[in-house]
C-alpha cells in the first residue's frame, strides 16, 4: 500500500481514537463533579437529619418551600389523624432507613392542623410482603383517636412516577410511589400541604406502624466510575500508539 492511500486511513484511525478519548475523559470528569455534588448533598442532608426540630413553617410559607432546600427538614407540631381512607405506599426497601431493608408498606394518613389545613403523615413501616390491607387497617383504627397528638417528623416532597412504576391499586388502596398528592386526590381527602411528614415519633405500642430516624446511606460509585472511563481513555491511547508503531515498522 502507498503513502498516499495509507495517510488518510491513519488520518481517520487518529479522529476516531482521539474522539473515542475525548468521550471517555468527559465520562471521567462528569462522574467527578457528580462526586462532588453527592458528597455536598450528603452533607446537607446529614446536617439537616441532625438539626434539632423547628417549627412546621405556616401555611402562608408552604408554596416557597422546595425539595432542594427544605427536604429532610426536622419539624415538630400538634395535629389530629383524620378519619378519612389511609394508603398504603409499597417499598422494596428504603435508602434512608436501616430497619426497612426488606419489602412492606409506609401507611400514609391525613390530619389536621389546628389551624384547619391538612397535612398528609407517612406514619411510618409496615412489614407485609403480601400487602395485607387488614394489617394496616388495624394499625391505623389505632391511631386515629380524635386527639391532638404531637408528631416529630421531616419535611419530604413528592416522588415522581417512572416508566415502570405499577399502577396503583385503588380496591385496596395501594400505591407504588410516594406521591401523596395523588393519594389525597384520589382518596378525597382535600386540600393536603405541599409537602408531607415522614414521622420519626411517636411510636405506637405495638410498633405498627413503624416510624423511625432517618440517616443518609446515598450509593456512591462515583469514583470508581471516573477511574474506570480515564484507563478506558488511556487504553485507547496505548492502543492507537501500539497501532502507529506497528504501522511504522513494516
Given amino acids: 500500500m502507498n503513502d498516499t492511500a495509507r495517510k488518510p486511513r491513519v488520518a481517520g484511525f487518529a479522529l476516531f481514537t482521539f474522539f473515542l478519548t475525548a468521550v471517555f475523559v468527559a465520562l471521567g470528569l462528569w462522574q467527578v463533579q457528580r462526586r462532588s455534588a453527592k458528597h455536598e448533598l450528603v452533607a446537607a442532608l446529614t446536617e439537616r ?47 434512608v432507613r436501616k430497619d426497612a431493608s426488606g419489602p412492606g408498606t409506609w401507611a400514609f394518613l391525613p390530619a389536621r392542623l389546628p389551624s384547619g389545613e391538612m397535612v398528609v403523615i407517612d406514619a411510618g413501616f409496615v412489614e407485609n410482603t403480601m400487602q395485607d390491607r387488614s394489617v394496616e387497617d388495624r394499625a391505623v ?57 415522614d414521622l420519626e415519633q411517636p411510636a405506637p405500642e405495638n410498633g405498627i406502624p413503624r416510624p423511625g430516624p432517618l440517616d443518609v446511606h ?30 511504522r515498522q513494516t
Fill in 49 to 95: 437529619l441532625a438539626a434539632t426540630p423547628v417549627a412546621l413553617p405556616p401555611p402562608t410559607q408552604w408554596s416557597s418551600l422546595n425539595p432542594a432546600h427544605d427536604e429532610f427538614r426536622r419539624v415538630s407540631f400538634t395535629a389530629t389523624y383524620a378519619a378519612l381512607p389511609d394508603a398504603m405506599v409499597y417499598s422494596a426497601g428504603s435508602a
Fill in 141 to 197: 383504627k389505632k391511631l386515629v383517636t380524635g386527639t391532638p397528638i404531637v408528631l416529630t417528623g421531616y419535611l419530604r416532597f413528592p416522588e415522581a412516577p417512572g416508566w415502570l412504576t405499577p399502577a396503583d391499586n385503588r380496591d385496596k388502596r395501594l400505591w407504588f410511589v410516594r406521591d401523596h398528592l395523588a393519594i389525597a386526590n384520589a382518596l378525597h381527602w382535600g386540600t393536603v400541604a405541599p409537602f408531607y411528614i
Fill in 218 to 247: 446515598l450509593k456512591d460509585d462515583h469514583l470508581q466510575y471516573a477511574i474506570t472511563w480515564f484507563a478506558l481513555a488511556g487504553a485507547v491511547l496505548i492502543a492507537f500508539g501500539v497501532w502507529i508503531r506497528g504501522r
